[in-house]
């Protein structure tokens, strides 16, 4: 191994990534906290060190317009955006999955407006888990260049868009020692992206994208093709596929590189933890230190981590919480007039379950609000407390909020 | 029918996304969605009168392709869907839109009518 | 949390400049240092929030001999900087500083002129005028971002001046990086401790 560590930002990682894994068309709109990832890769296609063209353009919604014609034309393509940005791109990011394109978006994880607020929170990322892509979150700026590259592979053997999604200022502007593979390592993992399910030939005209029917129906030489709800079912099964190719990559990726992030979960201190603590992207790394000082108190706490949170791993997780007492998940962001979007997901899964957990739910770290290990412990204590009492269902803890003043 | 989803085995042999080659009639017979259709009166369309293929306005702007140059131009009305672009367009106003009522409906000519 | 640092041998440290004064280059060349130094574990972090020229910032670095897993913000660091001592009356730098720790402050007063009171450490160094001296002038301000990091090698002892010059010279190019190597060995020279 001959990783070369640096003292880096998240988005410098993902700009590392993206220039790692080739990419040929980078289109993309500034956006806090996301604009140092495009303004690196501009200087490098400017200096000529990264091969691609870079179209400047005036919004999100061309820019993700932009990476879909690429896309098309079988270009491997990157963009990022935040927040507000990625709701400016949403018809489009609902297209890309829909007409199966490879693109690679990493989400550099910010507050929704209104009010404006540019630090951070998942509520972006959250907006759109419904609309097909893979959705994978990082735990540190490590994870960042590594599952960007990952990306690449796992969303060119499904033909599904991926989009990593990453902590706004956590990790996007915060330095931390980043390993940064060799271009030689890179090219024996990810090869060229040379299929895509369009065909693009002038000596074989192709409708690409035409209107689709309600029911299946014959085309022009006798076939039957699908219509909307059979492209639809065939597009979910790509997506189960991706619970199995997604440690698959993963462990291709630790072949070549020697790193794994543990495919769809990750865990700490999981061994015998009757209170589970749940969480995607940084606060995964924060909880490690939670569960640590629980377990000093004699709490048997552990931590599960949501690596890939499209598509959910169900499986996944009805396994690793089969048998604890709780499962305490964290979210930074709400599915307003309910509650956070894993926790409604993770006990949905539940559902059923032999040995599921008491499921209880709590919000933190919203519009940049600070969340330490500690708050985080208390929440723990708080929630066992009222476990112990008896409770079995209970309302979403909302950690550090100052309604008061 | 009601088909369980799963990954990955049970092939289909569908294809995944919507792409088609051009075709004649690729979307159906849309001429079925007419309410009006198009009538070219051969005395006042240029291509008849000057006797050769010229003018052609209404093939440019036909949406769907369902006419065809000639002298005078040819209307496919096994699509068109009548939508009054070429009557509209038409620089001589030789185009009529003339409600289907008036043809029989039943009754549609598969090469459409050049003149009355 | 006292015990989460402590027991894990984490430094946390937080600057305290103003906007455009290059705190978080600072914060950045030292965690770059730290890591050189030997510290397995570095972050750093600028103060999130609306930031302008002139207006006091923070930024905020965590050193320690194991990966960093705490992201939040520092409230009772081990080490405070101060860019530029005209802060010490409008940003509260020795807000939330664990007894003993260690203050640097960029100043041609003595620590005891500087009037900082409670279980403290001060140490100063005149960085403004190092800068000066090694010629680090840019738009018409001496530069102090890089310079004080010689101040904090002298103060802390926890990097080494190699590795401040290592950062430096990975940071800035050219004529640049010898001024700023320049500045921050006549700032540790200067250090009073």
Redesign the interface.
């Known amino acids: 191994m001959s990783d070369q560590v640096s003292v880096m930002t998240g988005n410098e990682a993902a700009a590392n990534a993206a220039r790692l894994a080739r990419v040929q068309v980078i289109a993309a709109y500034p956006i806090t906290p996301q604009s140092p990832v495009v303004e690196q890769l501009a200087a490098w296609v400017e200096s000529g060190e990264l091969p691609a063209e870079f179209v400047a353009v005036e919004s999100e919604h061309s820019a993700m317009t932009v990476c879909i014609g690429a896309s098309t034309v079988g270009a491997r393509t990157f963009t990022a955006t935040s927040s507000n940005g990625l709701a400016y791109m949403t018809e489009q990011v609902w297209w890309a999955p829909g007409a199966r394109l490879p693109i690679v978006m990493c989400v550099v994880n910010r507050a929704m407006a209104a009010p404006w607020n540019v630090l951070n929170d998942q509520q972006d990322s959250m907006s759109v888990r419904d609309a097909g892509w893979v959705q994978l979150f990082c735990r540190d700026n490590q994870e960042i260049l590594d599952t960007t590259v990952q990306a690449y592979r796992i969303a060119e053997r499904l033909h599904v868009p991926v989009m990593v999604c990453y902590d706004g200022f956590l990790l996007s502007h915060t330095m931390m020692p980043v390993a940064v593979p060799t271009p030689e390592q890179i090219d024996a993992f990810l090869p060229p992206f040379t299929e895509p399910f369009t065909v693009v030939d002038p000596g074989d005209p192709h409708n690409i994208g035409p209107v689709v029917m309600a029911e299946p129906r014959a085309d022009e030489t006798g076939a039957t093709r699908g219509g909307y709800m059979e492209i639809r079912a065939l597009h979910h099964r790509a997506l189960l596929d991706a619970l199995a190719i997604i440690p698959e990559t993963d462990a291709e990726y630790a072949s070549a590189v020697g790193r794994s992030w543990g495919g769809l979960t990750w865990e700490h201190l999981l061994d015998a933890a009757e209170v589970v603590l749940v969480a995607a992207g940084s606060l995964g790394t924060q909880l490690t230190v939670t569960a640590e000082q629980l377990r000093s108190e004699g709490i048997k706490a552990g931590v599960l981590g949501i690596r890939a949170y499209r598509p959910f791993p169900v499986e996944a997780l009805r396994d690793k919480l089969a048998g604890r007492r709780l499962a305490l998940v964290f979210d930074k962001a709400l599915s307003y007039g309910y509650e956070g979007p894993i926790c409604s997901d993770l006990r949905g899964a539940m559902l059923g379950s032999d040995g599921a957990p008491a499921v209880f739910g709590a919000v933190c770290g919203l519009g940049g609000r600070d969340v330490s290990p500690e708050d985080l412990a208390e929440a723990a204590r708080r929630a066992l407390t009222d476990l112990d009492a008896g409770a079995r269902t209970r309302e979403t803890d909302w950690i550090n909020l100052h309604l008061e003043g | 029918m009601h ?1 369980r ?4 085995g049970s092939g ?1 042999q ?10 004649v009639g ?3 017979r849309t001429g079925d969605w007419r309410n009006n259709r198009p009538v070219i009166d051969a005395a006042k369309c240029l291509a008849v009168k000057q006797g050769k293929v010229t003018c052609q306005i209404c093939w440019v702007y036909c949406p769907d392709g369902c006419i065809a140059q000639g002298v005078g131009p040819v209307i496919d009305l096994t699509y068109c869907k009548g939508c009054g672009i070429c009557a509209e367009e038409c620089p001589a106003g030789a185009i009529e839109m003339q409600p289907e009522s008036l043809h029989g409906v039943c009754a549609v000519d598969e090469t459409g009518e050049a003149a009355r | 949390m006292d015990t989460l640092t402590r027991e894990h041998g984490m430094y946390e440290i937080r600057w305290h400049g103003r906007g455009g004064q290059g705190a978080v280059t600072s914060a950045k060349v030292l965690a770059d240092a730290a890591f050189r130094s030997g510290f397995e574990g570095v972050t750093s972090q600028p103060s999130f929030g609306a930031e302008r020229r002139g207006a006091p910032i923070t930024a905020s670095s965590r050193l320690a001999h194991e990966s960093i897993r705490i992201l939040s913000q520092v409230t009772t660091p081990d080490i405070v900087v101060v860019l530029d001592d005209s802060l010490l009356s409008v940003a509260n730098a020795t807000t939330g500083m664990r007894p003993g720790g260690t203050i640097i402050v960029n100043t041609v007063k003595t620590a005891s002129e500087l009037g900082l009171d409670g279980d403290l450490r001060v140490v100063t160094s005149d960085v403004t005028g190092a800068a000066e001296a090694a010629e680090l002038i840019v738009a018409g301000q001496p530069m102090v971002s890089t310079a004080i990091l010689g101040a904090f090698a002298a103060a802390t002892g926890l990097i080494t001046m190699d590795s401040v010059e290592a950062a430096i010279s990975h940071a800035f190019h050219g004529p640049a990086a010898k001024k700023n190597i320049d500045a921050a060995r006549i700032a540790f020279e200067c250090t009073r401790a």
């Not at chain 2, 989803?5 to 990955?8: F, G, L, V």
């Not at chain 2, 569908?14 to 075709?23: D, Q, V």
Request: aromatic share 0%.
């Open positions: 088909a989803m799963s990954a990955r289909s569908m294809s995944e996304i919507s792409m088609s080659r051009p075709a690729e979307a159906g």
